[in-house]
Structures are given as structure tokens and as C-alpha cells.
């Protein structure tokens, strides 16, 4: 069983930073793709990034894209947000998701294809 614990998440000024963490355990971490997602109040949840189990891809929605940097050190089996530029629309719980198949390339960008999911970080940005 995998399970992911994400930390770093709080309240920050508009234009502030924050780093998110999720730690995972259970499974070798390397040959799975990790995703950021998140869901704002009255919202469905929407993918934020995702990175492969190499290391050698990622992608971001465009929202994010140039304000937000996913990283992952397979040594301690931890996925990094960093969340920079932060608006009061990147409000929300923001979800650490863990790869449904045995690919270290793989950049999944839909929920369907993650498998284990951690219980969230709530992130508020005031204006």
C-alpha cells in the first residue's frame, strides 16, 4: 500500500512563495510518474503538475507554467511544488498523487491515471 503525506502548505500574501512536500512510502518510488492536483472551494479538481519517475519530464497547466516548479529526489522519495508568484486563485487544497503505471517516462495529466492520492494541503493566498 503507498501512501503520501504532503506538507508545507499555509497562508501567504499575493506575490509570496511557498514549497510544498509530499513524502511517499510503499513502493519503488523511481519507476512512477508523481502529480500535483488541486481543488478550490465549489471547483472541480484540476492538475497543477506532474513530473516522471526519472525526473526528465514534466509538465504544467498553464496556469502554473513559469510560477510553479515540481522536482523529486527518488533517494528520499520526496516530490517538491515550489509555488512562487502565488495569486488568490491558486486557493486551494492542493493533492500529491502517485502514478498508476510502471513507467519511469510517463507525464499522466488526468486523475484517472493516478493511483494513490495523499490528504491534501490547503494553500490561501490573501489579495
Known amino acids: 500500500q503507498v501512501q503520501l503525506v504532503e506538507s508545507g502548505g499555509g497562508l501567504v500574501q499575493a506575490g509570496g512563495s511557498l514549497r510544498l512536500s509530499c513524502a511517499a512510502s510503499?513502493?519503488?518510488?523511481?519507476?512512477?510518474?508523481m502529480g500535483w492536483f488541486r481543488q478550490a472551494p465549489g471547483k472541480e479538481r484540476e492538475f497543477v503538475a506532474v513530473?516522471?519517475?526519472?525526473?526528465?519530464?514534466?509538465y504544467y497547466a498553464n496556469s502554473v507554467k513559469g510560477r510553479f516548479t515540481i522536482s523529486r529526489d527518488n533517494a528520499k522519495n520526496m516530490v517538491y511544488l515550489q509555488l512562487n508568484s502565488l495569486k488568490p486563485e491558486d486557493t486551494a487544497v492542493y493533492y500529491c498523487?502517485?502514478?498508476?503505471?510502471?513507467?519511469?517516462?510517463?507525464?499522466?495529466?488526468?486523475?484517472?491515471?493516478?493511483?494513490?492520492w495523499g490528504q491534501g494541503t490547503q494553500v490561501t493566498v490573501s489579495s
Open positions: 510503499g513502493r519503488t518510488f523511481g519507476y512512477y510518474a
Open positions: 513530473i516522471s519517475g526519472t525526473g526528465a519530464n514534466r
Open positions: 498523487a502517485a502514478g498508476r503505471d510502471y513507467n519511469a517516462y510517463v507525464t499522466p495529466r488526468s486523475d484517472r491515471e493516478y493511483a494513490y
